[in-house]
């Protein structure tokens, strides 16, 4: 794969010039961003359909669709990663070249976020390119700063986001919450309550972690519980977040990670391993009764068999 391609190059400033229309905060920004990702998602689509020996040309003045590349690419055992979300982008630009209107920001942050995963795996895979180093020739410097402060890796990060909810406000929320939960998963791994159906912060929301030993204070558990309120109502589209949302999500999470921290995480792994051994044992129990009653009915059936034919 050459990415030195006039197609290649096209798709990558699309979406180097999508970062600055993400950031804005214009109606159209929104607009353009749709449009400029999933044009380059189909130049890169027709740039992988010409690397695989194929003509991205159906006549002397007309390229195939995206639908074209899909299929050539399918022919050719091209793999593709979150298609079936790629193609939710490609519907969405369809509707909105014929009406009028632009997508909300969930919308926009959605489609953001599938067409980031998209490009790096694509780049990885097919181009043995790495993402950030690529994105960093198309995209202007300062709107990629401003970008990535919505992806905190670490505590620091986290605090810049506060910087992000002076133009972005929901999308500095929701990587809050992001962090939030991924924090909270590796805590869950890490004491071995991972094996539990549900996330870390849904139990911590109906109390089934204290018997292990996780007694969160009340005050922090009314914070955390408000947070979650406003992030829930945030992505359903029911309440635009302010910057003071963001400020007490921020304030809460940094709270509640120094609260994990000062565990003895000992007992918790402890108690984690006694309930899946519970749970283990439980669930060979039902799995043997099930094998027991099926033997029965079939037991039945065999002797009604065997009296009928008699």
């Not at 990558?12 to 109606?27: A, D, F, T, V």
């Amino acid at each position: 794969m050459a990415i030195e391609s006039p197609l290649f190059q096209s798709a990558m400033e699309l979406l180097g010039h999508s970062i600055s229309h993400y950031n804005g905060k214009k109606e159209l920004d929104r607009k353009l961003l749709i449009l400029h990702l999933a044009n380059a998602v189909e130049l890169i689509l027709k740039d992988l359909v010409l690397d695989s020996g194929e003509s991205i040309y159906k006549n002397a003045k007309e390229t195939i669709t995206i639908r074209g590349c899909l299929s050539a690419l399918k022919e050719k055992n091209v793999s593709l990663p979150y298609l079936n979300k790629i193609e939710l982008l490609i519907d969405e630009r369809n509707a909105l070249q014929h009406r009028f209107g632009s997508p909300n920001e969930l919308t926009s942050i959605f489609y953001m976020n599938i067409s980031q995963k998209f490009f790096k795996s694509v780049l990885k895979q097919h181009y043995g390119q790495d993402y950030d180093e690529i994105i960093s020739q198309f995209a202007d410097e300062i709107d990629l700063v401003t970008f990535k402060l919505g992806a905190p890796e670490n505590d620091q990060e986290l605090e810049k986001l506060q910087e992000l909810a002076k133009i972005h406000p929901l999308g500095a929320l929701l990587s809050a919450w992001s962090y939030f939960e991924k924090n909270t998963e590796e805590f869950a791994q890490e004491v071995g309550l991972d094996f539990r159906r549900r996330p870390f912060v849904v139990e911590l929301h109906s109390g089934r972690l204290e018997r292990f030993g996780i007694d969160v204070p009340d005050k922090l558990r009314m914070k955390v519980d408000q947070i979650r309120k406003i992030r829930n109502m945030a992505a359903h589209g029911r309440a635009d977040p302010t910057k003071a949302d963001v400020k007490a999500t921020i304030k809460t999470i940094e709270e509640f990670e120094k609260y994990l921290e000062a565990l003895d995480k000992d007992p918790i792994k402890e108690c984690a391993k006694i309930e899946m051994e519970r749970e283990e044992a439980f669930r060979r129990e039902r799995i043997k009764a099930r094998q027991e009653d099926e033997e029965t009915v079939r037991n039945t059936l065999g002797d009604r068999t065997t009296q009928d034919e008699g």
